[in-house]
């Protein structure tokens, strides 16, 4: 059987959630693939696998940030709710890099644009964005690279 397209699986997934009436993960399907036909209209293109996952680690940035405010207010039905949309997108993103995996590639990021200092550090995320979409918080790449120009 052929390998289905990110968009093709979370079709496939939300006719499984509807037989098995789970409404809460249908909602959250529901939720990725207006975003997804939302950025289709807006740009007049049929989005691939790579601009799919953009979308869906857009997602999940704006569910961590919701998870922050929603603990700040005390709102743990709210957080809950969050994360559970965090753990249904994630089975859409390719399989998380490992620590290694990461540092090897921003080691060779930083060898590549001979960046020395944390001004440098725009060069390097160009490089790395790509590789890493979807499969590394972004923040937590920054906050790597900086740890390593600083020392």
Do not use: C, W
């Not at 569910?63 to 965090?86: G, H, M, N």
């Amino acid at each position: 059987m052929a390998e289905f397209s990110i968009k093709e699986k979370i079709t496939e997934d939300m006719k499984v959630a509807m037989r098995a009436k789970e409404k809460q993960r249908l909602g959250v399907i529901r939720l990725i693939q207006a975003a997804i036909k939302q950025r289709e209209v807006d740009e007049r293109i049929s989005l691939d696998d790579t601009q799919v996952i953009v979308v869906l680690d857009k997602m999940l940035k704006q569910r961590r940030d919701s998870i922050e405010q929603y603990e700040k207010a005390k709102r743990q039905d709210l957080v809950d709710q969050e994360a559970f949309e965090i753990q249904v997108i994630k089975t859409y993103l390719p399989q998380p890099l490992t620590e290694t995996e990461l540092a090897n590639l921003i080691t060779h990021a930083i060898q590549a644009t001979g960046a020395t200092t944390v001004k440098d550090l725009g060069k390097v995320m160009g490089i790395l964005k790509v590789q890493v979409q979807g499969r590394a918080e972004m923040k937590q790449v920054s906050d790597q690279i900086k740890q390593r120009l600083n020392q």
